[in-house]
């Protein structure tokens, strides 16, 4: 687990599938953006995304009933035709904090605590959804070399 910091992030242009579901369900988003980014040409320049919309105890209740707001979206580098529930648009930008959790996405809950226990501390709060950042393949990285950025925006 990485140290806390604030960070600026610019606004980026992204190409994002939303849905209602299961949070087990973004490993099979994830592909299908990058699919159909391929098939129009796009140059996907980022790592994929998650954004939670919800907070965690919201998280836990969407997750047992199936009803998790999904949203994924891959940085690309212009903007794309939108069909089959893509869309493409701009991920916003501003103040966050940010960590560094290494290891199975499922055990990234000490990691969001110790990031909002830290935000509280600095008299800042949460303005916004949090954002997960996938920096390595799961599969082609061993469990416990996964890397995930976690942003919260605060003010």
Not at 98 to 109: A, D, F, L, N, R
């Amino acid at each position: 687990m990485s140290e806390v910091s604030i960070v600026e992030l610019k606004p980026q242009l992204v190409l994002g599938l939303k849905r209602t579901g299961y949070y087990k369900e973004i490993a099979e988003m994830i592909p299908k953006l990058c699919m159909y980014a391929d098939s129009v040409g796009a140059k996907i320049i980022g790592a994929p995304i998650f954004v939670c919309h919800e907070t965690a105890e919201q998280a836990m209740e969407a997750q047992k009933n199936g009803n998790a707001k999904l949203e994924v979206c891959i940085p690309v580098s212009k903007r794309i035709d939108e069909k089959e529930g893509m869309h493409c648009y701009e991920l916003g930008g501003g103040t966050f904090a940010k960590t560094v959790h290494k290891g199975p996405y499922e055990e990234c809950g000490p990691c969001y605590e110790k990031m909002f226990k830290w935000i509280a501390s600095q008299g800042k709060k949460v303005v916004g959804p949090t954002r997960e950042y996938y920096v390595n393949d799961p599969r082609e990285v061993k469990p416990e070399e996964i890397l995930t950025e976690i942003y919260a925006p605060i003010e």
